[in-house]
């Protein structure tokens, strides 16, 4: 089973940057492509970005291409997003995600596909 628990969310003000993190527990996450979910007041659940278990590629949704970068450490089951430039609608509970799924635009969680609570981030204009 896949546990996952995100930190670094906060309350910044409009341009400002946030360093996100993601602890896996699970003897698989160098095998897996790891991701992040956003969800908004009132909106559905929004692809973010993912990256592939040797890091060879990175996906990005559409809103956040240019100002997020995915990464991720293997000897410390640890994914990141750096978000720079941040804006009042990047204001949204973050979910770290495992085993993602993705394709022309598209993404899924797989078989050992997991979230994480949560964490909130708030941006003031």
């Known amino acids: 089973q896949v546990q996952l628990v995100e930190s670094g969310g906060g309350l910044v003000q409009a341009g400002d940057s946030l360093r996100l993190s993601c602890e896996a527990s699970t003897r698989f996450f160098s095998s897996l492509t790891m991701g992040w979910f956003r969800q908004a007041p009132g909106k559905e659940r929004e692809f973010v970005a993912a990256v592939t278990a040797t890091s060879k590629f990175t996906y990005y949704g559409d809103s956040v291409k240019g100002r997020f970068s995915i990464s991720r450490d293997n000897p410390k089951n640890t994914m990141y997003l750096q978000m720079s430039g941040l804006k009042p609608e990047d204001t949204a509970v973050y979910y770290c995600?495992?085993?993602?799924?993705?394709?022309?635009?598209?993404?899924?969680?797989?078989?050992?596909?997991?979230w994480g609570p949560g964490t909130q981030v708030t941006v003031s204009s």
């Open positions: 995600v495992s085993d993602v799924i993705y394709h022309q635009g598209s993404a899924s969680l797989g078989s050992f596909g997991a």
